[in-house]
């Protein structure tokens, strides 16, 4: 045999030549054939067959995770159903067809486990691939969130329908009639995250939700809102079963300074359990009282100063004292100052000490 002794430059070109043919991008290279046929190609039966070779690269990638690939599909779509292309009708109806076909819910459903398992990139490709196929994949995005198991795949996936409900808002309200409560717990959360007044009034009726998880989302889809409507109903919660619950309405209530809150507040107040509750939730309620009523809440405040010298020491009741002391000197007024002063004389140990360190605080603030 004849031996053929190549050159340093010729060995560099063929080593050059196999980068270049390692590095080429396969998947687009076909993608691109087919999108340049179907450019071109007008006949409907072949038009037809080959956006069926398309739709089976597509299901393929989706299946593998390559939704970076995938979302160029979707994109060759849109281009096609431009008024660029000037495509005729009977064509451009197979195209919304392929769309449609691209995000069928089973298709959608096989990707819950690569979504389990992915990060970073992949997780945004898949995103931009669902928000670029528009409403349509809304109700397989919403089957796809009911059959998630983990948090983190249920969180990306509201995140993915906080930016896709907004073209359909009307469909996530109509399936709050779901049975499933963890559905509609997320589907609130999502609501809330758009931030459309119109949901006030479908979540009205989820207020007394047998599972405090869906309370618990429904107020904070409407503590997330500047509305009217969503601060009356922000009130129901003052009564929630939930503690934490409570405490967060409460403390969302004084912050808003909502005047009407300032009824159901005082009513708290007087019940005959209000000193056996937390400590976390009666500081709450004496602070949202004295940022709404300010001086008119000092009468119904000032009464917890009026403890006796008890045998036995009654912590609850001196733990009250101190949360109406710290209301009366956040208030600050002339008439909360002389509350705070009688309060200093009075002949419990705690509720003196806490109302005389008080007095003696703004005192100091003033100087």
């Given at each position: ?101 691209a995000g069928d819910p089973k298709r959608i459903l096989m990707l819950e486990a690569i979504l389990d398992s992915s990060e970073g990139a992949t997780l945004s490709d ?66 809330g995250n758009i931030g459309d007044p119109k949901i006030v009034k479908d979540l009205a009726r989820f207020i007394r939700h047998s599972r405090f998880q869906v309370r ?152």
């Open positions: 045999m004849h031996l053929f002794k190549l050159t340093e430059s010729e060995i560099e070109k063929i080593k050059e030549e196999v980068r270049r043919e390692e590095g080429l991008d396969m998947v687009g290279e076909l993608e691109g054939i087919l999108f340049d046929i179907l450019r071109v190609e007008r006949e409907p039966v072949l038009f037809s067959e080959i956006l069926v070779m398309v739709d089976h690269v597509l299901e393929g990638l989706m299946s593998r995770g390559d939704f970076r690939h995938a979302r160029r599909t979707i994109e060759f779509y849109r281009e096609m159903l431009g008024p660029s292309r000037d495509l005729p009708e009977p064509l451009r109806a197979q195209v919304r067809q392929a769309l449609l076909q898949f995103s931009s691939l669902m928000i670029l196929m528009g409403k349509d994949v809304i109700p397989s995005v919403v089957q796809l969130l009911s059959a998630a198991n983990k948090m983190k795949t249920r969180r990306f996936l509201c995140d993915i329908l906080a930016e896709l409900g907004k073209m359909d808002i009307d469909y996530l309200i109509s399936r709050l009639n779901d049975d499933r409560w963890y559905l509609v717990r997320n589907l609130i959360y999502v609501l618990r989302a429904v107020f904070h889809a409407l503590d997330s809102m500047e509305d009217l409507g969503a601060e009356k109903l922000l009130m129901h919660f003052i009564s929630d079963p939930d503690s934490s619950t409570r405490i967060s309405a409460v403390k969302s209530l004084g912050r808003r300074n909502i005047r009407e809150a300032l009824s159901p507040l005082s009513e708290v107040l007087s019940a005959e359990d209000f000193h056996g509750k937390e400590l976390a939730e009666k500081r709450e309620i004496f602070d949202a009282l004295s940022r709404i009523g300010g001086d008119a809440a000092v009468p119904q405040i000032r009464a917890f100063l009026k403890g006796r010298w008890r045998l036995l020491k009654d912590v609850k009741v001196e733990e009250t004292a101190c949360c109406a002391v710290a209301a009366l000197q956040k208030i600050a007024t002339p008439t909360a100052v002389e509350a705070l002063r009688e309060g200093g004389r009075s002949s419990n140990r705690t509720i003196r000490e806490a109302c005389n360190k008080a007095c003696e605080a703004m005192g100091a603030a003033r100087r």
